[in-house]
């Protein structure tokens, strides 16, 4: 996610989502060590992404999106 965010730059933004508090925090700790602002973590699954439709223009996942029942079907 500091690696997306670092890629669009400070007119662009990056969002992270996990289902755990326990990576939030960590992820949200690790974004402010770095001084990275254009970043948001999410509370969530990715089976029902809490985004609106053709919000984001690009998504990446090492790992959630391939275990995900419903999204190793698109
Ligand atoms: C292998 S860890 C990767 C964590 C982090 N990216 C890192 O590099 O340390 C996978 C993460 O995916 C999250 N995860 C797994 N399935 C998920 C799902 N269906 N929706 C949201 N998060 C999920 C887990 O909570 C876990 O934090």
Redesign the pocket.
């Known amino acids: 996610v500091l690696l997306s965010a670092r890629r669009v730059g400070p007119s662009g933004k990056a969002y992270g ?4 508090e326990e ?1 939030l925090e ?2 949200r700790r690790n974004a402010a060590e770095a001084g990275t602002t254009n970043v948001e973590f999410l509370a ?4 029902a992404i809490p985004l609106p439709d053709a919000s984001v223009s690009t998504s990446s996942s ?3 999106s391939s ?2 029942r419903s999204t190793s079907r698109r």
């Open positions: 989502l996990d289902m755990t990576m960590l992820a969530g699954r990715i089976e090492p790992t959630a275990t995900s």
